[in-house]
């Protein structure tokens, strides 16, 4: 599994480059765009059944981390996420929305990983990923509703019908899933034998998922190259604000160094696939919202393995209290 994840970025850039190939093969972009979804939905699936939603209780153990990432992740990311996009992209309302979309879903999986390289304390983060789903699922058609409307046309009825089956569906197969195999096998089995299929299969249907929209809308990008690298210049200025947040937090709480690698990957990650398979049904009418999201894939791991490094050399140096 670690395998495939470490070369996750690359997977996604041959997608693109791949998707943007075949979109210029006649007959090609419609059945891309019908194969979109599907991706979509299994490589969600595969996200869910991984989320252990019992651990919920296990977070109050922490309330100080548990208290601030809730509030950077639903209050202060998605007043980032407007501001962003108002310096650097007001004159693209539809990048705005993608990004948007992609800055107030924090993850659910990946950070994980590099919690762990960097000696973060991963039982905590786990017990914060049912939030972090539950309320982005809760939360994200309000900000859409808030933020987004008055950017592009807000098709309230799609977007309901978005979340019910991209999000809803597939959480609920998910958790039947999980525990039904563990009824059945064991929750040893279940973590050591199932669980490490789960990443690949969600970067294998990822991957998938993008290429087939650039290929479906292939047109688009090469009639306008520079909207996507338009995107990078708001992501990669989140990422340096909140990990000054971050930072900031961690001291006036007084952080253990696990504590602070936690609570800085929970809200510098973001949750790219979520939010680009709700754009792909809520938005059919505006392209260029899902294909802002996938600057987020391109970008998550180099920005998220730089910040690993960065913990890294703090723990080397004893930079901060508790630090190995």
């Known amino acids: ?3 495939v994840e470490k070369y996750q970025s690359v997977l996604v850039a041959a997608a693109v480059l ?3 190939a075949l979109g210029q093969v006649s007959g090609v972009p419609p059945v891309a765009d019908a194969l979109l979804l ?3 939905m299994v490589m969600l699936f595969a996200s869910f059944t991984g989320v252990p939603l019992s651990r919920l209780r296990a977070a109050f153990g922490n309330r100080r981390v548990l208290g601030s990432s809730l509030l950077v992740n639903f209050l202060w990311s998605p007043l980032l996420a407007v501001g962003l996009g108002a310096v ?3 004159d693209q309302p539809a990048l705005w929305v993608g990004l948007i979309m992609l800055l107030v879903t924090p993850c659910t999986d990946w950070y994980l990983i590099f ?14 990923l049912p939030y972090n789903l539950v309320l982005q699922l809760l939360l994200l058609p309000v900000y859409l509703y808030v ?3 008055a950017l592009v046309e807000l098709p309230v009825r799609l977007l309901a019908e978005s979340v019910v089956l991209v999000l ?3 959480l609920t197969l998910g958790g039947a899933t999980r525990w039904g195999l563990i009824r059945w096998r064991s929750r040893r089995w279940f973590d050591r034998r199932f669980l490490p299929t789960l990443g690949p299969t969600q970067i294998v249907a990822l991957s998938l998922a993008i290429g087939a929209m650039f290929a479906s809308q292939g047109g688009v990008i090469v009639e306008n190259p520079r909207l996507l690298a338009l995107m990078a210049v708001p992501v990669i200025a989140f990422y340096a604000i909140n990990l000054g947040v971050g930072v900031a937090v961690g001291r006036a709480l007084d952080f253990s160094y696990g504590e602070l690698v936690c609570f800085n990957n929970t809200i510098l990650s973001r949750n790219s696939p979520t939010a680009l398979a709700i754009a792909v049904v809520a938005f059919p009418n505006e392209p260029l919202v899902p294909l802002a999201l996938v600057i987020g894939p391109l970008l998550e791991l180099p920005l998220l393995g730089a910040v690993a490094q960065l913990h890294a050399a703090i723990s080397e140096r004893g930079w901060w209290a508790g630090a190995r």
């Open 1 to 3: 599994m670690v395998a």
């Open 18 to 20: 791949g998707g943007l």
């Open 38 to 40: 599907p991706f979509l």
């Open 88 to 90: 650097f992209l007001r």
């Open 115 to 128: 919690t762990d390289i960097a000696g973060g304390d991963v039982p905590l983060a786990t017990s914060l």
């Open 147 to 149: 933020f987004a409307g």
């Open 168 to 170: 809803v569906v597939p």
